[in-house]
């Protein structure tokens, strides 16, 4: 038997990577299977048929494949349904189930609104630690205003002036500085059209939209993170990290708001269980109360509510992850929880 990370001999019919000390992603595919109950026979098998190496390969396909489901799962359980939502639910999702995260639309709320503050912080300190020595240089930043601006016109006229005089006054700060401007000073810009853009957000209705003047202001702001990230690092972590927490909550917030009244939590699907339960028990006949529970409507939309599938995701990732480095006592003991059901954080 051969276990992770010993060596693995070059026996005939084993693939191994150039110079036979590194075991290649065939080589762990073998490993794991040996280490399945009887895995050791059907390895040592496959590795003698002429298409052994096929289906070795086909078994190392199955981790991609786990990790593919859970994205898609995940990616269903936060309902996004426009366009631009689900855009943002794909970019997501793979990094939410890194990080693990499960539950209800409520708490995915919650979470997400409390990773925004204080991805939020720390954005700000990695602002205020900028030496007041680094600069960038204008001409970049210019060009990329001006392309802004050229999508406000069409064949020389101007199609909304407003969003065209927010670039310019932009233009205007920047070039004061000559060819090069501080950091702090990009940063104290950015901030100042961050909290304009940030009150239009506050005080717009749905039915008036953004105006495109406010959308100009939005894209400065963006071409300037991009341009303070690519020379700060930690800078561009809390921005990323801010990133997908803010876009959790856009899409759990529209999400929750077009459920309205239906979205009320799984505790009303629970709560008859624990009634029927206790009555059953004082009768003896707490199996039957439990049978009879999961027989019902309320079992099966249990198992559809967003804490349930983003659990068994995140499961299924971690099942995946398990697989892909040959962790296969953890991932049998994974798999036997996911058999004998999901039992923690099941609550909207």
Not at 202 to 211: A, C, H, P, Q, V
Not at 272 to 277: K, N, R, T, Y
């Given at each position: 038997m051969v276990f992770p990370g010993k060596k693995i001999e070059n026996k005939k019919g084993f693939d191994v990577a150039?110079?036979?000390?590194?075991?290649?992603?065939?080589?762990i595919v073998f490993t794991a299977l040996e280490l399945y109950p009887g895995g050791g026979y059907v390895s040592s098998t496959l590795k003698k048929l002429p298409g052994g190496r096929v289906i070795a390969e086909a078994?190392?396909?199955i981790p991609d494949k786990f990790r593919a489901a859970a994205v898609k799962q995940y990616s269903e359980a936060l309902g996004a349904t426009t366009k631009e939502l689900k855009s943002k639910t794909a970019r997501i999702a793979p990094q939410l189930l890194d990080k693990?995260?499960?539950?209800?639309?409520?708490?995915?709320?919650?979470?997400?609104?409390?990773?925004?503050?204080?991805?939020?912080?720390?954005?700000?300190?990695?602002?205020?630690?900028?030496?007041?020595f680094k600069q960038q240089a204008v001409k970049p930043i210019i060009e990329r205003a001006v392309k802004l601006k050229s999508s406000y016109i069409v064949n020389g006229k101007v199609l909304d002036n407003t969003a065209v005089k927010s670039i310019d006054n932009v233009i205007s700060?920047?070039?004061q500085f000559g060819?090069?401007?501080?950091?702090?000073?990009?940063?104290k810009i950015k901030r100042i059209l961050d909290k304009s853009v940030a009150l239009a957000n506050?005080?717009?209705?749905?039915?008036?939209?953004?105006?495109l003047a406010v959308e100009a202001k939005q894209g400065m702001v963006n071409t300037m993170r991009g341009i303070l990230?690519?020379?700060?690092p930690k800078l561009a972590t809390a921005n990323k990290e801010f990133s997908t927490w803010a876009n959790l909550n856009k899409i759990v917030s529209a999400t929750l708001e077009r459920k309205g009244s239906?979205?009320?939590?799984?505790?009303?699907?629970?709560?008859?269980?624990?009634?029927?339960?206790?009555?059953?028990?004082?009768?003896?006949?707490?199996?039957?109360?439990i049978v009879g529970y999961f027989a019902t409507d309320a079992a099966i939309k249990l198992f559809q509510s967003t804490a349930y599938k983003t659990i068994s995701a995140v499961s299924k990732n971690q099942l995946a992850n398990y697989l892909a480095s040959g962790q296969i006592k953890k991932a049998a003991i994974l798999t036997a929880k996911l058999l004998n059901g999901i039992k923690n954080e099941l609550s909207d």
């Open positions: 150039p110079g036979g000390k590194v075991p290649g992603k065939l080589d078994f190392g396909k693990g995260l499960t539950g209800g639309l409520n708490k995915l709320e919650k979470v997400s609104a409390e990773g925004m503050e204080k991805s939020g912080q720390a954005i700000k300190l990695a602002e205020d630690s900028i030496s007041v700060s920047i070039t060819h090069q401007i501080p950091e702090t000073q990009l940063v506050k005080n717009f209705t749905k039915e008036e939209g953004l105006s990230n690519s020379s700060n239906q979205s009320s939590g799984l505790t009303r699907f629970i709560g008859p269980i624990l009634g029927a339960g206790s009555i059953g028990a004082s009768t003896g006949n707490l199996t039957n109360a």
